[in-house]
T-cell receptor, first 115, second 111 residues
């Protein structure tokens, strides 16, 4: 099983809503990632968790709050988002943090629309 | 500033033909270089990974090359198929595990 599962696939939320994106993998990977991808642009790293601890935060606004409840799950809590936050949010995982040749497996993404 | 430049931006090729995509990067300290295939609206799929000491890596009809001295990489697609139509993204990684993704080359394979 080389699958990273993301839910929901599509989410529409208002600027005052609180919602969460969820990500799950059962490959025993100890590194998990959140990326943001705007249309026709490359993915941009947001957060990296390594062994369930936040390893990298790419100066992401606090309206995005990551959480890693256990080694298989990664959440992204969303609050007071702006329309410009509308994008494809990609979760990924790898055996270890990608400092060497570990394959990074991506989920299919969650399409977020902020209205 | 770390940069990744891919060329061409887009490419149309006939089914069965070969093509080569280019990637120049300035990521430092450089650790590894990955090529991904991404279909529209879907997550990227890993094609190849090369560390700085590797010169070439193959995965089926995909062959990647790396010249860490000149900071250049290429991805060669052999005997293209309609299913190869996608965006191909070059992603060099640094020593802290951060990947820098290029803008991608959009490949369209026509019958």
């Amino acid at each position: 099983d080389t699958e990273v599962t993301q839910t929901p696939k599509h989410l529409v939320m208002g600027m005052t809503n609180k919602k969460s994106l969820k990500c799950e993998q059962h490959m025993g990977h100890r590194a998990m990632y959140w990326y943001k991808q705007k249309a026709k642009k490359p993915p941009e790293l947001m957060f990296v968790y390594s062994y369930e601890k936040l390893s990298i935060n790419e100066s992401v606004p606090s309206r995005f709050s990551p959480e890693c409840p256990n080694s298989s799950l990664l959440n992204l809590h969303l609050h007071a988002l702006q329309p410009e936050d509308s994008a494809l949010y990609l979760c990924a995982s790898s055996h270890q943090q990608a400092t060497s040749g570990n394959t990074i497996y991506f989920g299919e993404g969650s399409w977020l629309t902020v209205v | 500033k770390n940069q990744v430049e891919q060329s061409p931006q887009s490419l149309i090729i006939l089914e069965g033909k070969n093509c080569t995509l280019q990637c120049n990067y300035t990521v430092s300290p450089f650790s590894n270089l990955r090529w991904y295939k991404q279909d529209t609206g879907r997550g990227p799929v890993s094609l190849t990974i090369m560390t700085f000491s590797e010169n070439t890596k193959s995965n089926g009809r995909y062959t990647a090359t790396l010249d860490a001295d000149t900071k250049q990489s290429s991805l060669h697609i052999t005997a293209s198929q309609l299913s190869d139509s996608a965006s191909y993204i070059c992603a060099p990684g640094d020593s802290w595990g951060k990947l820098q993704f290029g803008a991608g080359t959009q490949v369209v394979v026509t019958p």
